[in-house]
């Protein structure tokens, strides 16, 4: 089934060690996200990928960073996690065909926990 | 600034009745609607959508309305079944400025048997 993926599903980092999150996607979509997701609140948008353009939203903190080395794979990277970075993390896809706009499809998160 | 309130936290509705979840909008830009449905552990998996064009959309037993003068929407299931319980998220976006949809924070719905 296609499918995106998130590795690992459970994080644990300690205050201030970088931590890399990975995303790969088998629906071949042109569009990648990165979410946070506090308890209780709505998922938050941190960056997206349409194709090779980088796309940051003006209140991400530059501690957060991002890389899509090519279609299928997007990695978040916390460059050094606070306790406030302690969420889920949502990766999501979607595929943009001109100015047709189609769902996002996201994958199951991962928990990262900051000691 | 919420752009998408669900102001309504939980909901409990009796399995077979009619359950509605309720979301209001103040960016006039959106002109277009999503729920998606969470579990736990699960992340978000899409529902249901419309365009502004439309004031209904129906999919099975879930239907969303849509009053733009209100700026107001809802999504209905009729009938409510024990796994429909669960986290649903509405989301609006500009379709024709960019890729981001914009969440609200949630309605956790329970189905009691």
């Known amino acids: 089934d296609a499918m995106v993926i998130q590795n690992p599903r459970y994080q644990v980092t300690q205050f201030g060690k970088p931590v890399t999150l990975s995303c790969s996607q088998t629906l071949n979509h042109n569009v990648m996200y990165w979410y946070q997701q506090k308890s209780s609140q709505a998922p938050k948008l941190l960056f997206h990928?349409?194709?090779?353009?980088?796309?940051n939203e003006a209140d991400t903190p530059d501690n957060f960073q991002s890389r899509r080395p090519n279609t299928s794979f997007c990695f978040l990277d916390i460059r050094s996690p606070g306790l406030g970075d302690a969420a889920m993390y949502l990766c999501a896809t979607s595929r943009k065909t001109g100015l047709l706009y189609n769902e996002q499809f996201f994958g199951p998160g991962t928990r990262l926990t900051v000691l | 600034d919420q752009q998408v309130k669900q102001n309504s936290p939980s909901l409990s509705v009796q399995e077979g009745r009619i359950s509605i979840l309720n979301c209001d909008y103040t960016n006039s830009m959106f002109d277009y609607f999503l729920w998606y449905k969470k579990y736990p552990a699960e992340g978000p998996t899409f529902l249901i959508s419309?365009?502004?064009?439309?004031d209904k959309n129906e999919d099975g037993r879930f239907t969303v309305f849509l009053n733009k003068s209100a700026k107001h929407l809802s999504l209905h299931i009729v009938p409510s079944q024990p796994g429909d319980s669960a986290v649903y998220f509405c989301?609006?976006?500009?379709?024709?400025?960019?890729?981001?949809?914009?969440f609200g924070k949630g309605t956790r719905l329970h189905i009691l048997p």
């Open positions: 989301a609006a976006s500009a379709m024709n400025r960019d890729d981001k949809i914009i």
């Open positions: 990928y349409y194709d090779k353009d980088f796309n």
């Open positions: 419309i365009s502004s064009i439309k």
